[in-house]
């Protein structure tokens, strides 16, 4: 295990979370390269699923950047169509 390795506190395909920093997976089009926030420069994370943090709507859900609501989300094409309840936090 690496050393960036023992410091992640979560990962899955969307995200990295360190103690330092939140990576966001699949960020910039058309490249699909990453992008790090500091945890200082987030002003809060909201941990549940889409239905308890009121994500419930098409419109407020997009495949890939910012719907009609305050989230970024990662690259997932027809997350808006699914009905996927698998949030599991959102900055």
């Known amino acids: 295990m690496t050393e960036t390795d023992s410091r ?3 990962e899955d395909k969307f995200v990295a979370l360190t103690k330092d920093a939140l ?3 699949t960020y910039y089009f058309p490249t699909f390269a990453s992008k ?3 945890l200082d420069d987030i002003e809060r994370i909201r941990i549940g699923t889409d239905p308890e943090l009121g994500l419930k709507s098409p419109w407020k859900k997009k ?3 910012m719907a009609f609501s305050n989230v970024w989300w990662a690259c997932r094409m ?4 699914d009905g996927d309840n698998d949030a599991k936090f959102v900055a």
């Open 8 to 10: 992640k506190l979560y």
């Open 23 to 25: 990576t966001l997976k």
């Open 36 to 38: 790090t926030i500091p």
């Open 63 to 65: 495949s890939w950047g």
């Open 78 to 81: 027809g997350r808006e169509y």
